[in-house]
């Protein structure tokens, strides 16, 4: 059976970080990786994806050079660290693949994506 599931979530202070984790079984995680957010009130939103070589392709400019996505095969897992955490950030995140190996220029759809986590909630609050 093929399952998703991060974990690294919690409650943190603005300029905080925090290390999300998407594991995967059934399957080698070898293919890329989409992190997803979805805020309260609003749609899932595509973060950043990294490709099966290990690129990482951002499709919100508010996370460059915060943000990173790394992949660890040995454990079958990718994360995402995020640094310097904004209030902003505060949603629940999602990792997801459609079981390809390359990140699309353009933003996808999450109907893209066959493979979903079950989400973690990130919350940034003093």
């Known amino acids: 059976q093929v399952q998703l599931e991060e974990s690294g979530g919690g409650l943190v202070q603005p300029g905080g970080s925090l290390r999300l984790s998407c594991a995967a079984s059934?399957?080698?995680?070898?293919?890329?990786i989409h992190w997803f957010r979805q805020a309260p009130g609003k749609e899932r939103e595509d973060v950043l994806c990294?490709?099966?070589?290990?690129?990482?392709?951002f499709y919100k400019d508010s996370v460059k050079g915060r943000f990173t996505s790394s992949r660890d095969l040995g454990k079958n897992t990718v994360y995402l660290q995020m640094n310097s955490l904004k209030p902003e950030d505060t949603a629940v995140y999602y990792c997801?693949?459609?079981?390809?190996?390359?990140?699309?220029?353009?933003?996808?759809?999450?109907?893209?994506?066959?493979?979903w986590g079950q989400g973690t909630q990130v919350t940034v609050s003093s």
């Open positions: 990294i490709s099966g070589s290990d690129v990482n392709t």
């Open positions: 059934g399957f080698l995680l070898d293919y890329s």
């Open positions: 997801a693949t459609g079981r390809s190996t390359g990140c699309p220029k353009v933003t996808p759809a999450p109907y893209d994506f066959g493979y």
